[in-house]
């Protein structure tokens, strides 16, 4: 059974920083992308970023490149998303996602975590 635990989530100043985590079991961890979306009220899903498991090629969404960074930990199957500079825009809940083929549509991803909500205020 796959399972994506996030953590990390909450509410920090504009300015600020968090870090995000999800715990990964139940994957063949080198054969999957793992990614971060995140949802706002009232909008579409969206990507934010994405890491491959084995290569560790990383890809940003242009909204976010320059303030956050994905990694991995391979031995503890974890993945982080550090968040610098957070933005009001960037409030929302934010998910770990896994799939077998890269790309930035929420379609292309077989699991996701609950999730973990992020708000950033003025």
């Known amino acids: 059974q796959v399972r994506l635990v996030e953590s990390g989530g909450g509410l920090v100043q504009a300015g600020g920083s968090l870090r995000l985590s999800c715990a990964a079991s139940?994957?063949?961890?080198?054969?999957?992308?793992m990614a971060w979306f995140r949802q706002a009220p009232g909008k579409e899903r969206e990507f934010v970023a994405s890491?491959?498991?084995?290569?560790?090629?990383?890809y940003y969404a242009d909204s976010v490149k320059g303030r956050f960074t994905i990694s991995r930990d391979n031995a503890r199957h974890m993945i982080f998303l550090q968040m610098n500079s957070l933005k009001p825009e960037d409030t929302a809940v934010y998910y770990c996602v896994a799939g077998r083929s890269s790309g930035t549509n929420y379609r292309e991803y077989d699991y996701w975590g609950q999730g973990t909500q992020v708000t950033v205020s003025l």
């Open positions: 139940g994957l063949s961890f080198s054969r999957y992308i």
């Open positions: 890491i491959d498991w084995s290569t560790s090629y990383t």
